[in-house]
């Protein structure tokens, strides 16, 4: 009976997989397309220039390879880096856990900063290690921008400042798959190596691109880089630039047609208010769990999320219930609690082609699935209090002025 459909629409509130825009969709609605035709390439420049406003950078290479996000981290590790290369990596959450496995199973020498769940990456511990390595053994930084087991967002400025400090050569490698186009992301100002996402976050559309933008610095770095890789290896598409074709191999020609009507919707709102819009969002829910007298995954505000909260749950509840009664009940997705967190949270995404409205609806549901499963949540609470700061905070939209 699970998989039935159920009337109206799913109310898909997970941090990614995200909803699709109605005109995302009819963008791809199409045959398949000579991928070495004048027009493929034409698009694919087009979109490699708009590509790299969503990175923030003027002087990063971007590549758009079908893959996922774990293909975007394999990318960005074996362009730049060699077996037994010691990097220093920060596990804050199960998606960090997964890029460290990913690095360690790639014979890199990971030098692993672990840190509670609901907090942020340790800084400090950083700041210790580069200050001790002054031979510069340490060739690489990674860390996730947005962790989004715990709803918890690092702050890659502090991270880029301690490098300088010491005037450690070491690289930067972000995985932004839950906050590039969401969250604010400066890749050049903060001198990011490797910048990565997921088409199916932010961007709003399917599964099924991994885009990767290189520095200078990183580009450098793949002369002297001797991880094994083939399908990801930078060169092979470096080579079809220069020769004006771009494609080392098939894209998806659907893929490519929906990245462009989805870079069309977030240029006509905007980026900075694309990031404002998702500041609200993550405002209202945060408020809405206050409300409810439940407490947020992330241990201090510095560290808040405004693409997923994870909010926990009271030890009599399980976490896992209130998704299954989402799904089964109210026609809703909600995000499960992982690893460490399993049956301790619930998570609430709030990311992508969304508005005020459509939070309020996901807000009310988990109202009534508390009450549900035993929780005394006082029904309208939530919605109540995220609605106040939203009438005071929803701008008009420009484009109806």
Not at 36 to 65: C, H, N, Q, W, Y
Not at 160 to 175: G, I, S
Not at 211 to 230: G, H, N
Not at 273 to 293: F, K, M, S, Y
Request: proline content about 5%; hydrophobic content about 40%; some cysteine.
């Amino acid at each position: 009976m699970d998989y039935v459909n159920a009337p109206g629409r799913n109310h898909l509130f997970v941090p990614g997989p995200v909803n699709i825009p109605e005109s995302v969709l009819r963008a791809m609605n199409r045959n398949n397309e000579d991928y070495r035709s004048p027009a493929i390439p034409a698009m694919t420049k087009a979109l490699l220039e708009d590509v790299k406003k969503i990175f923030k950078t003027t002087s990063g290479t971007p590549f758009m390879i079908p893959t996922t996000g774990t293909g975007a981290w394999e990318s960005a590790l074996t362009n730049t880096l060699s077996p037994g290369d010691r990097i220093v990596s920060f596990l804050i959450g199960q998606f960090s856990l997964l890029w460290i496995d990913q690095q360690q199973r790639l014979k890199f020498n990971v030098d692993v900063v672990e840190s509670d769940w609901g907090c942020g990456a340790d800084l400090e511990v950083l700041e210790s290690k580069l200050a001790a390595d002054s031979s510069h053994t340490i060739k690489a930084i990674c860390i996730v921008h947005n962790e989004t087991a715990t709803g918890v967002t690092n702050d890659l400025s502090k991270v880029r400042k301690l490098l300088d400090d010491y005037r450690h050569p070491a690289l930067l490698l972000v995985d932004g798959v839950s906050s590039i186009c969401a969250l604010d992301f400066r890749m050049d100002e903060w001198g990011v190596d490797v910048a990565l996402t997921g088409s199916q976050k932010a961007l709003s559309l399917p599964t099924g691109m991994g885009i990767v933008c290189a520095s200078p610095k990183a580009l450098e770095a793949t002369k002297t880089a001797k991880s094994v890789r083939v399908f990801f290896d930078w060169s092979d598409y470096l080579k079809f630039y220069k020769m004006g074709t771009y494609w080392p191999y098939t894209p998806s020609i659907q893929l490519l047609y929906g990245l462009r009507a989805a870079l069309d919707l977030l240029f006509e709102e905007g980026l900075d208010n694309v990031i404002e819009r998702h500041n609200r969002l993550g405002n209202a829910t945060r408020l809405a769990v206050e409300a409810w007298g439940l407490k947020n995954c992330t241990q201090k505000e510095e560290w808040f999320s405004n693409t997923v909260t994870a909010v926990v749950v009271p030890p009599y509840i399980d976490g896992a219930e209130i998704v299954k009664r989402a799904w089964k009940r109210y026609n809703m997705s909600l995000g499960l609690g992982l690893n460490k967190v399993a049956g301790k949270v619930f998570r609430i995404g709030h990311l992508g082609n969304l508005n005020e409205l459509q939070l309020l609806g996901c807000l009310a549901g988990v109202e009534m699935i508390l009450k549900d499963v035993g929780y005394p949540v006082k029904l309208g609470s939530g919605v109540a209090a995220a609605s106040a700061y939203l009438q005071n905070n929803i701008p008009l939209i420009p484009s109806r002025i």
